[in-house]
């Protein structure tokens, strides 16, 4: 029998090539011609791996029917296939296997199999429920805009792309959120979506259950807590650098620069939305932005990175070390040593990753050294951000960024577990050694 995380990679695979082959298509052109399969390709895996990043615009390219595969891609690639998958189960009536919940186990990210088809369940409800408010919101918003059918339609699709932190849109040129910078309701809801959809939906069950509980887990404080300082650090960096640049905040009044300092926070945590010209943004902020981005968003949520948690482990390894302590502490408990390996483990690849397809698209592609990087990071950690490079890239490029779209969305772990051959368990360990550090 496969393994729980090779069945996921075959299965993400199978359903990126599907998505492809129908976007390839005539039918799925406003053209009514077929569209060149690399960059169909692109797309499908970038809206399953719930990206962002696109070659062709996806408001003027992609007909009706076009935009509601990408939009279907986008709903299985942020809830996970297996989820989905489960869902048609609960309707046929049809038991879940115990390899189902192995493969729904390492999907969402869990420790165990306990309450994992409730956690299913809920995981489905609160999708539908976020999406279906946000839609509405959106809705009556672009009903100032637009005819009633249109302004539904786009409320619906921005919605479910936000929730599950995707960040394609249908604005049309490549825009995205550009001409509501300063909309209070556009920028809110949006900014929601993203942070429901990146918090994880564990933590959005904890969250739930807390009236009754009057308690949150461990793993919920430290996503809620880290989600928080992030965004409210970033949007101050973002505001201080970017407060007199004239190509962005500037000639903003002070509400709408506040309130794109926040926009411009948020997005980064593996959304790709945009409501400043990324172009237009001091090195420095454009610098930062990659920081953010390379952290992402929580575990088992629709966002990628190397994961808030990842991130908090990592600074409480580094603050025990300070201290002369063995233990890593967080909110009074201790973290399990493995629990550090692994964040040290996972982050080590990912900077390997992107280290190395940074160097290939530089030699590739005949750009700034940053927008490479930028571009990289945001296709590792799902984001969908560009400085306008996704376009220009060469065929080697585009492969390069489909392949990192699919490691981040997979995670560099479940990757490795998938590919690695079977170890047997060691029978023994060996002698201690020691060696100088520092």
């Not at 945001?378 to 080697?396: E, H, K, N, W």
């Amino acid at each position: 029998m496969a393994s729980p995380p090779r069945l996921l990679v075959l299965g993400f695979a199978m359903i990126i090539l599907i998505g492809a082959q129908i976007l390839a298509l005539p039918v799925s052109a406003a053209s009514g011609e077929r569209t060149p399969f690399i960059d169909a390709l692109f797309t499908s895996t970038s809206a399953t791996c719930v990206t962002g990043l696109v070659t062709l615009d996806t408001g003027t390219h992609y007909s009706t029917f076009g935009q509601g595969v990408i939009l279907v891609l986008i709903q299985i690639g942020g809830l996970g296939f297996m989820t989905m998958a489960t869902l048609f189960a609960f309707f046929l009536k049809r038991k879940i296997s115990l390899k189902e919940r192995l493969i729904l186990q390492e999907a969402l990210n869990q420790s165990d199999m306990e309450g994992i088809v409730r956690l299913v369940r809920r995981v489905v409800l609160y999708a539908l429920t976020i999406e279906a408010s946000g839609a509405l919101l959106f809705s009556v918003r672009f009903l100032f805009d637009m005819p009633p059918g249109k302004a539904l339609y786009y409320g619906v699709f921005h919605a479910i792309s936000f929730f599950n932190n995707a960040g394609f849109d249908v604005m049309g040129e490549f825009r995205s959120l550009t001409d509501y910078v300063d909309d209070p309701l556009v920028n809110i809801v949006t900014m929601l979506l993203i942070i429901l959809g990146g918090l994880g939906f564990v933590v959005l069950s904890d969250l739930t259950d807390w009236r009754n509980k009057k308690r949150l887990s461990l793993h919920s404080k430290v996503v809620l807590s880290m989600t928080g300082f992030l965004i409210l650090f970033g949007a101050v960096v973002i505001f201080a650098f970017e407060y007199s640049n004239p190509g962005t905040m500037k000639p903003l009044p002070l509400g709408s620069k506040i309130l794109s300092a926040f926009m411009q926070s948020v997005s980064p945590r593996t959304a790709g939305v945009n409501t400043l010209d990324l172009a237009g943004l001091r090195q420095a902020t454009q610098f930062f932005i990659v920081i953010l981005m390379f952290i992402g968003a929580s575990p088992g949520s629709t966002g990628g990175g190397i994961k808030t948690t990842t991130f908090a482990a990592l600074l409480g390894a580094v603050w025990a070390m300070i201290r002369g302590r063995e233990d890593v502490v967080m909110f009074k408990y201790r973290l399990a040593q493995e629990r550090v390996n692994k964040a040290l483990t996972l982050t080590l690849l990912a900077v390997a990753l992107v280290i190395v397809a940074t160097m290939i698209l530089s030699t590739t592609e005949d750009h700034h050294f940053l927008m490479i990087l930028f571009e990289v990071t945001s296709a590792f950690g799902t984001v969908g951000l560009s400085m306008g490079l996704t376009t220009q890239l060469t065929l080697t490029g585009k492969v390069i960024i489909i392949l990192m779209m699919f490691i981040g969305r997979l995670g560099p772990l479940t990757l490795g577990y998938a590919l690695a051959p079977k170890q047997e368990r060691a029978l023994y360990r060996q002698a201690e050694g020691k060696i100088i550090i520092g």
